[in-house]
């Protein structure tokens, strides 16, 4: 089974409010068993929310608050998800700090990428799950 991020399917769960529905995951995903996700509301962080970035061991927002225990909080979740549905591979989100895939922002706010992962990224890749991007399609 395939874990996709929320907002690729439309849900309005990104920080800004809004969703990011990818046409080429739908295309991907139909005929195929997928559950979605969004760990950050999962954590317990509202839509829309300031933006986030990981700094270090930290996830901060532009203003320096520590939004790191939601953030671990939904990953923690997504995992049973995880565990329960047996997934096996992982269609994220992009440049997220919990999805991101390869690159993510460098924790300036300045929207600027650098090599790395988002937290559920991490923890997925730890299992030995294959994850990608909407911008790999």
Partial sequence: MILVSAC???E???FDGQG???PKVSQFLEGKAYVGV????AGGLGTPRPP?????????RADGTDVTRAF????DLTLKIVDEFQIDQAVLKARSPSCGCGKIYNG???RTLIDGDGLLTQALKARQINCQTEDEF
Avoid at 38 to 41: A, K, M, Q, R
Avoid at 52 to 60: H, N, T
Avoid at 72 to 75: I, L, M, N, P, S
């Fill in 8 to 10: 690729l399917l439309g």
């Fill in 108 to 110: 300036e706010f300045s």
């Fill in 20 to 22: 990011k529905i990818s």
């Fill in 38 to 41: 969004c760990p950050e509301v």
């Fill in 72 to 75: 671990k909080t939904g990953v």
């Fill in 52 to 60: 986030a970035e990981i700094v270090g061991e930290r996830v901060l």
């Fill in 12 to 14: 309005k769960c990104r």
